[in-house]
Nanobody, 127 residues
Framework: QVPLVESGGGLVQIGGSLRLSCVVS????????IGWFRQAPGKEREGVGC????????DYVDSVKGRFTISSDAAKNTAYLQMNSLKPEDTATYYC????????????????????WGKGTPVTVSS
């Protein structure tokens, strides 16, 4: 059983929106932080943002602040990445990952030493 499964990626026009989902199985979301990462072709993987499954507090990297929103639904054991005002530079494969952390979102802890990873979902932003 894959502990994290992403979905929702696809092709979108510049300025458009997508919502990615990350379904968690095998562990309880409220005991973990869920991080969203992306990797563009030829580039290193980078963190996008993360959320505390415990209290819903979130952190974002500067390049997506004001455009992306991370949320979670404990009843569905699912985290979401809402992406608005998409730009060509947002084109990448997006991954979610979980790390066991308690309490409010902790940066940079929520971007390192992840316990579980999903397989990714591709996002292409095109004109």
């Amino acid at each position: 059983q894959v502990p994290l499964v992403e979905s929702g990626g696809g092709l979108v026009q510049i300025g458009g929106s997508l919502r990615l989902s990350c379904v968690v199985s095998g562990f309880s979301l409220d005991l973990y932080h869920i991080g969203w990462f992306r990797q563009a072709p030829g580039k290193e993987r980078e963190g996008v943002g993360c959320i505390s499954g415990g209290d819903g507090s979130a952190d974002y990297v500067d390049s997506v602040k004001g455009r992306f929103t991370i949320s979670s639904d404990a009843a569905k054991n699912t985290a979401y990445l809402q992406m608005n005002s998409l730009k060509p530079e947002d084109t990448a494969t997006y991954y979610c990952a979980g790390v066991r952390l308690h309490g409010p979102v902790r940066r940079p802890d929520c971007y390192f030493n992840m316990d579980y990873w999903g397989k990714g979902t591709p996002v292409t932003v095109s004109s």
